[in-house]
């Protein structure tokens, strides 16, 4: 047998001790920090922006989720509102709503909303306007903004039909998107292969298609949707992409 290492002990500690980083790091895995921006049009003309944010906390091993919308100017003549949303979550495993809050900024108004998820008591408590009250939640029930990370997470495992419970308006809505086929689109001067993927309604109201991209985390490039009545066509595209996983997995390993 050949003799030990008086070094062996150290290494071994050491080799446990990255091997308990790294399977941490796997089980707190979740969804990739990034950054990304819109163009809006409104029948084929610009209407303004739309950046979306998702951040990693690492000292509240948190996730805050936020978009902002801006209108331009030739559409505040008609709309002066611009809207913020944030969601908050952890990951465990999957998403687990925290806290959901909209702001509608119209001139020097602002009208919030919040949603906070008390999982202890299965529910969400509404306060809207000074209003409060609050409703009973299945688990796994997300806020109408997370749900957006959740469709891209599910498709990077393959899923294919894919079902949420959302809570949203004091109410508990049901989500259903389907994969409707794969087309190449043009984004942020990029050609991407994409999933499209249709959102199943009981209604016909409107339609709505995304076009979410492989290469990016299954993030929407492209989405359209069409008001059946008015015939409205509303188009959101990518117009910049940033991702910030390194950060996170810095975060996640102390470096």
Request: net charge positive.
């Amino acid at each position: 047998m050949p003799p030990v290492s008086r070094h062996f002990p150290a290494r071994l500690s050491s080799a446990i001790l990255l091997y308990a980083v790294v399977v941490m790091a796997a089980a707190r895995a979740g969804p990739h920090p990034f950054e990304a921006s819109y163009q809006l049009l409104l029948n084929g003309i610009p209407v303004g922006t739309q950046t979306l944010t998702l951040v990693y906390l690492p000292d509240q091993d948190l996730y805050r989720f936020k978009t902002r919308l801006m209108p331009n100017r030739l559409a505040r003549w008609f709309h002066d509102e611009s809207r913020t949303e944030f969601s908050e979550f952890y990951w465990r495993n999957g998403l687990l709503s925290q806290h959901y809050r909209l702001e509608r900024h119209s001139g020097e108004a602002t009208q919030p909303a919040d949603l906070r998820f008390d999982w202890s008591q299965q529910r969400v408590i509404n306060d809207v306007a000074g209003e409060r009250w609050t409703m009973p939640i299945p688990p796994g029930t997300l806020d109408k903004l997370n749900v957006q990370l959740a469709l891209m997470l599910d498709l990077a495992a393959g899923k294919r039909q894919l079902h949420y419970d959302i809570a949203d308006g004091g109410k508990l809505k049901q989500f259903r998107f389907e994969v409707v086929g794969k087309e190449p689109v043009e984004a942020a001067g990029k050609t991407y292969q994409t999933l499209r993927i249709q959102r199943i309604r009981k209604d016909q109201d409107r339609t709505t298609f995304l076009w979410c991209a492989p290469q990016l985390g299954y993030l929407p490039v492209r989405i359209e949707q069409t008001e059946q009545e008015s015939g409205e066509h509303y188009v959101s595209r990518l117009i910049r992409y940033a991702s910030n996983q390194a950060e996170r997995d810095s975060n996640l390993t102390g470096d």
